[in-house]
Antibody, heavy 120, light 103 residues
Framework: QVKLVESGGGLVKPGETLRLSCTAS????????MSWVRQAPGKGLEWISY????????YYADSMKGRVTTSRDNANNSLYLQINTPGTDDTAVYYC?????????????WGQGTTVTVSS | EIVLTQSPATLSLSPGERATLSCRAS??????LTWYQQKPGQAPRLLIY???NRAPGIPARFSGSGSGTDFTLTISSLEPEDFAVYYC??????FGGGTKVEI
C-alpha cells in the first residue's frame, strides 16, 4: 500500500546538524511533489518546504530559509530534510507528505512522523 | 506573509449537531485553501482541497466553501469520529492555528 516512513529523529544537541529521511513505497515516487511539515509539542502545524518531482525546484517557508535543505533521491524513493544548527525551538514531530496529483495544492499521504528533540 | 486565522479556537458540540468552522486569510488567496483533520497522536488527513472539493474517500457530511479571504468548513452532522482538530492551509504555505471540535 501507499506508505511514507520517516526516520532520523531523536535527541540532538543544539548546533548539531540533523538529517531526516522519508522512504516512500507503494507509488511512483518520482511522479510526485513532496513536502515537509512539522508540529511542535502541543502546537499547530507548520509547513517547512516542498520539492518538485525532479528535485530541481524547492520552496521553503520564510522562517526556514537558510536553515534547512530539502532534497530527494528518486532512485531510492527517498526524501530528505537537513536542519543546520538546530535550536530548541526546532523540537517537533516532523512529517513528510505527498502532494496530490489531482489538485495544485494539498497533501494526501502522510508519514507517521519522526520526533526530534533538541536539548543539551 | 499571508496569515490564516481560524475561529473559534474550540467548538463544543454533541454528536448529530452541525459544526461550522471558519478560516480567514489576511489577503485574497482565491480558492487555494485546503482543510485537514488531525486526531491525537496521528498525522493530519486531507479533507477538502481547492476550498470546496472533497478528497477521495471523505464522507459527504464534510463540505467546504468560500473564496478570497473567507472560508468555511461544515460538518453537517457530527459523528463520534469527527471530534478532532481541524486546520486550514493556504497554497503550499502557512497553516491556520486550528479549531478543536470537542464533545
Amino acid at each position: 500500500q501507499v506508505k511514507l516512513v520517516e526516520s532520523g529523529g531523536g535527541l540532538v544537541k543544539p548546533g548539531e546538524t540533523l538529517r531526516l529521511s522519508c522512504t516512500a513505497s507503494g507509488f511512483t515516487f518520482s511522479d510526485f511533489y513532496m513536502s515537509w511539515v512539522r508540529q511542535a509539542p502541543g502546537k499547530g502545524l507548520e509547513w517547512i518546504s516542498y520539492i518538485s518531482s525532479t528535485g530541481d525546484t524547492v520552496y521553503y517557508a520564510d522562517s526556514m530559509k537558510g536553515r534547512v535543505t530539502t532534497s530527494r533521491d528518486n532512485a531510492n524513493n527517498s526524501l530528505y530534510l537537513q536542519i543546520n544548527t538546530p535550536g530548541t525551538d526546532d523540537t517537533a514531530v516532523y512529517y513528510c507528505a505527498r502532494d496530490t496529483d489531482y489538485s495544485l495544492y494539498g497533501m494526501d499521504v502522510w508519514g507517521q512522523g519522526t520526533t526530534v528533540t533538541v536539548s543539551s | 506573509e499571508i496569515v490564516l486565522t481560524q475561529s473559534p479556537a474550540t467548538l463544543s458540540l454533541s454528536p448529530g449537531e452541525r459544526a461550522t468552522l471558519s478560516c480567514r486569510a489576511s489577503q485574497s488567496i482565491s480558492t487555494y485553501l485546503t482543510w485537514y483533520q488531525q486526531k491525537p497522536g496521528q498525522a493530519p488527513r486531507l479533507l477538502i482541497y481547492d476550498a470546496s472539493n472533497r478528497a477521495p474517500g471523505i464522507p459527504a457530511r464534510f463540505s467546504g466553501s468560500g473564496s478570497g479571504t473567507d472560508f468555511t468548513l461544515t460538518i453537517s452532522s457530527l459523528e463520534p469520529e469527527d471530534f478532532a482538530v481541524y486546520y486550514c492551509q493556504q497554497r503550499s504555505d502557512t497553516f491556520g492555528g486550528g479549531t478543536k471540535v470537542e464533545i
